[in-house]
Every structure is written in C-alpha cells, then in structure tokens.
DNA sequence: GCTTGAATTCAACACATGATGAGTTATAAG
DNA sequence: CTTATAACTCATCATGTGTTGAATTCAAGC
C-alpha cells in the first residue's frame, strides 16, 4: 500500500534523530519578517513546518515564546560594533553604511531585522522590546565607547533605517537597486557628519 | 422607561441629519494608525464608531474600500512641496526638517501618516499603494522640479522616515523628547547636504 | 525488557474575522 | 400621500485564531 501523502502519518514520535524544534523556528522566522508577529499565525508556521500547531505550543510555550525564541540575536552588537568603532574617526561614517549593508545584504540576517521592525511597528509588546534592545545594546553602547552624543547616534542609526526600509520594504527606484558602492558615495558624507 | 444604554435602538434609520459614515472614517484612521491594515478589523472600527459591522460594509463595501477612503489625502504634497522648495536653496535642509516636524506633530496627519507606514509595512497591496503614492507624488515632483537627483532627494526622505520611527514609533529617547529646535540643529545639514 | 519521558498528532474549545442577505425605520422625490 | 432610496441592525456563514487535554509512538535509562 502506497502511503499517502507524506508526513500525513498518525501521531506519535518519529524514528530517527529529531530537527524539528529547529525547522520550525526556520519558518517562523521567515514568516515573522513576512508579515509581522500579529501576521504571522502559529498555525501558519505549523503548516509551513509540516507539523501539527500543537507541537509549535508543545515546544514553545506560547506564541510569544516562539517570537522571542525565533528572534534571538537578530545581530550580534557586540561582533559589530567594535568593528565599526576600530575604524579611524574620519572613516567612521562609510564603515557604517558598509555594515549596514553588509547585515542588510545577507538574507537571514535581513529576515530577522525586518522580523523586529515589522513586528514593533504594529505591536506594542514587540515595540517595547525592541526600544530595550536598542538603547541598551546600540545606542548605549556605541554613545560610550564612541563619545557621540545619543542625539547624533540616533540620527545616524534613523537615517540607515529609514533608507533601509525604503530599500528592502517598500522597494522604491532607483534606491532598491543602487549598488553597494553608490550607496556608500551617497550616504557616507551624512554619516561622518554624525559621528565625525 | 429609560432607554438602556445610548445607541442600543433596533434597526432602522435614526432621525435627524446623518454624520455616521464620517465617524466610521475618524475612527478608521485612528484605528489603522494604532494597529495598521491588517491588525485593524472592520468590527473593531464599527465598534469604535458605535455601529454594526454590517453598516461599515454598507457603506464602503469592503475593508480595503473603508483604508483607501480613510487614507484620501494622507498629506497633499501638492500645498507642501512647493512650501518647501519655495525656500532659498541654502535653507532647503532646515525647511525640510520643519516641514515634517509640522506634519508629523499634527496628530490627524500623523495618524494618517502612520497608519500608512504600519500597514506598508506588513500588507503587501498597501506597500504597493504607498510605492505608487510616494515615487508619483513626492519624488517625482520634488526631482522635477529642484533638478535634485531622485537618489538623493530618496535619501534625505529615507532619513526623515526613519527619525520619525526611532522619534514616534519606538519612542526613543532622547529623540522622541527633543524640541523642535534642537531637531532641526541636528538634522538640517545633514539634508542641506543632500539637496544643496 | 520495563518504565519514564519526550515527540507528535487529533479533536475540540471559545472566540474573532470579513462577508452577505434580509428586514426595519427614516428621509427625500414625485 | 405614495414611493423610492438611503441608513441601520440582526442573524448567520465559512474560515481562522491561540490554546488545551488526551492519546499514540518512539528513544533512553535502568
């Protein structure tokens, strides 16, 4: 008998080593960049892990618990600031826009970047965390090592994310599709003014 | 016999003039602002408005008719932009900066402003919307107009965007309690260096 | 080879969502 | 005064949501 379609196989445990705590927080970090922690339903997740939304709850808790599990370094500040803040002083504002670029580049790290900003934007919950995170682990930071002003710092880091969202989200031309170098021609000067 | 609670009064017509529809659309917006597109419900906005569901579908015929009503107008770039590029060239930066100061501190405009942010931000027809709006009305006309290229009148938007989300949005401080003053010290060169 | 515990699904709850069609009351047009 | 049309609610549908409790199957510890 040819069984039917696969993974449709009764409950209990499977045979073998099991990943599936990890597929699963896969999808649900894709579908929180997609849509936002409010759009983005556990039984969605669950469907998109081939797997039942119970089990989702079985291992997280909650569906907070997923969020905040899925979201778990969506950069590691402590890797990339110092990195940014080695350079010397009057480079600091192109070493920004290439870091920006660099997290914003690579495809994962994007995904959980606009996991949190989706997310904050249109929940209160998610928004207070992501403030925590901010001036705690950026903006403090940076302001202490560096000796800028929070004000400055905090222009400099709206300004990546506005264009960034102009960029990645709302796909706007002719700055979605700008290389990397012209990005840097063109916001670096900004920057430097920041942080110089 | 006193009636039970206010608005609880059958079906039918309710005498007198009619303002309904625009109370939906005052409690539309506010709602969309708070929530965005989807995190926003038809029954909610009818609950706010004091009314039944069904009546908010009368009246506007889906939810996207209700958001596309409510958004009319989320400011007329056609009275602000010309406010802003009437301005001596060297003071294009310092008009810019109070110029979204002006709108974004008006509640009824923020509003509609954010409630356009949030729902780009996770609805992907309204990211659609609001590409449209943005390259056709803002960056079209702004570039056109001042010979500034599109790359960089997109940066100094970028820019104010994103101040206005670390500002209003995730409530960062010191940002979202510096004066207007102070703002515009801090952001004016930054533009001025976009479009001088 | 039992037994404990983890992995997994099923069935169900209580509730929210967008939409529809029909019915009721008022205003406005003839 | 009659009639058409607009404002308004009610009951209901089909679907989706997060969450829970019980049941089943496998993997390890003894």
Wanted: proline share 6%; no cysteine.
């Amino acid at each position: 008998m040819t069984e039917a379609a696969r993974g449709t196989r009764g409950p209990g445990r499977r045979p073998g080593p099991t990943e599936t705590r990890e597929a699963i927080l896969a999808r649900a970090r894709e579908l929180f960049a997609e849509k936002g922690y409010d759009g983005a339903s556990l039984r969605a997740i669950a469907r998109a892990a081939g797997v039942d939304p119970a089990l989702v709850h079985h291992f997280f808790g909650n569906k907070e618990g997923v969020f905040v599990e899925a979201m778990r370094f969506p950069v590691e500040p402590s890797v990339l600031l110092p990195r940014i803040l080695a350079a010397p002083r009057d480079e600091l504002g192109e070493t920004m826009v290439r870091s920006f670029l660099l997290v914003w580049g690579d495809a994962e790290r994007r995904a959980r970047l606009l996991a949190m900003l989706r997310s904050a934007m249109t929940n209160e919950r998610v928004a207070a965390m992501t403030r925590e995170f901010l001036t705690s682990a950026l903006f403090g930071r940076a302001g202490e090592v560096s000796g800028v002003p929070p004000l400055k710092v905090q222009a400099a880091v709206g300004h990546m994310i506005g264009v960034m969202i102009l960029r990645y989200v709302l796909a706007v031309e002719p700055l979605a599709s700008a290389s990397e170098d012209e990005l840097v021609r063109l916001l670096a000067p900004a920057l430097q003014g920041y942080l110089g």
